[in-house]
T-cell receptor, first 113, second 110 residues
């Protein structure tokens, strides 16, 4: 079954702890993205990667880190430096051409207590 | 830079029409439209390319005005299932990643 897997769906962490959100895809897409969604803010780009072992900062990269060691995986770490980490996090993938559809994973809702 | 969507919210009765607009200050290569239900991932509706034709998907269609760097999404004879938040995502001529607007919340009532 092809698609994008994000786990877990809900995640709770204490303030000051780092947490890693997973994103796995078997669509064989080159590009992968992380977005953060807050009420009334739309989708804001955190990081993206067009190819293995390469990634670029998006609009709100501060307090986050990523790695792209495998084509299928693009984990996002929310560090303690992120001031307001509670949000809905969406991973997306697509083929590299700009006119291709971008596919989204089901998302992870992170709550920091 | 985020594209600007308008209106922010709209309420319709079933069967009515709506238009959602998306504008950018940058030259655009393509515009992507998505619909998101609460708590779910955005679902792709259509892509409009620079120099391309107006697209249609059942009773939902869209246009892309390259001169004005604007796109409009047209929903005709709305159905209850059209409710959700609509996002436009833009790719500029110089960029690569999609930049999304803040969304337009659409509620269709019986």
């Amino acid at each position: 079954d092809g698609g994008i897997t994000q786990s877990p769906k809900y995640l709770f962490r204490k303030e000051g702890q780092n947490v890693t959100l997973s994103c796995e895809q078997n669509l064989n897409h080159d590009a992968m993205y992380w977005y953060r969604q807050d009420p009334g803010q739309g989708l804001r780009l955190i990081y993206y990667s067009q190819i293995v072992n390469d990634f670029q900062k998006g609009d709100i990269a501060e307090g986050y880190s990523v790695s792209r060691e495998k084509k299928e995986s693009f984990p996002l770490t929310v560090t303690s430096a992120q001031k307001n980490p509670t949000a809905f996090y969406l991973c997306a993938t697509k083929q590299t051409s700009a006119n291709n559809e971008q596919f989204f994973g089901p998302g992870t809702r992170l709550t920091v207590l | 830079q985020q594209p600007v969507q308008s209106p922010q919210a709209v309420i319709l009765r079933e069967g009515e029409d709506a238009v959602i607009n998306c504008s950018s200050s940058k030259a655009l290569y393509s515009v992507h439209w998505y619909r998101q239900k609460h708590g779910e991932a955005p679902v792709f509706l259509m892509i409009l390319l620079k120099g391309g034709e107006q697209k249609g998907h059942e009773k939902i269609s869209a246009s892309f005005n390259e001169k004005k760097q604007q796109s409009s999404l047209y929903l005709t004879a709305s159905q209850l299932s059209y409710s959700g938040t609509y996002f436009c995502g833009t790719v500029s001529n110089s960029g690569y990643a999609l930049n999304f607007g803040k969304g337009t919340s659409l509620l269709v009532t019986p």
